[in-house]
């Protein structure tokens, strides 16, 4: 009788053991799944808001210089700009001397240019923003981002690529029959580990490359991997580039809505 029990006992003690087990390793598999690759459940549109958001953060202070390359001359500008979202931003011209004071002000999808040397504050309009900024290879509208990647534009992830060493979705985007973007179709590769923009291609209304930038140069900077180099090329122009390069950031710094304002571009330091 005694050993029957005892039997009935381990059998028992073996069925929760195995019903702990079963259990346990049920619970290491759903962690590991979960653990692996959780980028692939993001589409291409919520790739391109972490990447921009990884830059941008929910505010931003950086302090850059910008080196506009030509066969025959080259020059340097130095700037401060300021971010909150996607919603405002301001750059301020630090050097050279002659551009000194020189602001660029975006509050929502408006975009104001306060010049020292005349007093004056002009709005741009959208026709503008495909112009030359500053005499570079960006348009207005990169460096004010008037457009939106994330709300103007339709993305699909078309491939993957391995830039720098990283592997990279490739993403296509497609401006919004609505949408007042500077593009007619944009290609980013962007890094699936830490969700840099590697490479973009802008393109023309018939898809014909126009400018492409290169960044490099990746390393901490603000507390998170950012590349801190960026290269515009025009397609069309060979030995004329524009070189954009973070000298600090600061990410998530509280700055009010009244920072950026006409006023403020006025009095800014």
């Not at 990647?149 to 060493?165: F, S």
């Not at 018939?206 to 930038?213: A, F, G, Q, R």
Request: hydrophobic share 40%; proline share 4%.
């Amino acid at each position: 009788m005694y050993r029957m029990k005892a039997s009935c006992l381990n059998k028992q003690l073996q069925r929760l053991t195995l019903l702990i087990l079963i259990c346990v390793l049920s619970l290491l598999l759903h962690a590991w799944s979960l653990k692996i690759k959780p980028e692939q459940a993001l589409n291409a549109k919520e790739i391109i808001k972490k990447s921009e958001d990884r830059l941008r953060g929910q505010t931003s202070i950086a302090e850059l210089s910008i080196d506009i390359i030509r066969p025959t001359w080259s020059r340097t500008m130095k700037v401060k700009g300021w971010t909150k979202g996607e919603t405002f931003s301001m750059i301020f011209i630090t050097a050279p001397v002659k551009d000194k004071g020189t602001v660029f002000l975006k509050r929502h999808k408006e975009v104001w240019n306060w010049l020292p040397s005349i007093e004056r504050i002009i709005k741009l309009p959208p026709s503008m923003m495909t112009q030359s900024w500053m005499g570079t290879d960006f348009t207005n509208d990169d460096l004010v981002k008037e457009s939106s990647v994330v709300n103007d534009y339709t993305q699909q992830i078309t491939g993957e690529a391995i830039i720098q060493g990283r592997k990279c979705w490739k993403i296509e985007m497609i401006p919004l029959p609505e949408a007042a973007v500077v593009w007619g179709k944009v290609i980013l590769w962007i890094d699936q580990q830490d969700f840099l923009q590697l490479r973009i291609e802008f393109m023309d209304e018939e898809y014909e490359p126009v400018n492409l930038m290169q960044c490099s140069d990746i390393r901490e900077l603000g507390g998170r991997m950012i590349a801190t180099r960026m290269e515009m090329m025009p397609v069309d122009k060979p030995g004329n580039k524009t070189v954009l390069k973070y000298q600090s950031i600061i990410f998530n710094q509280p700055i009010t809505d009244d920072f950026f304002t006409t006023q403020q571009m006025k009095i800014i330091k």
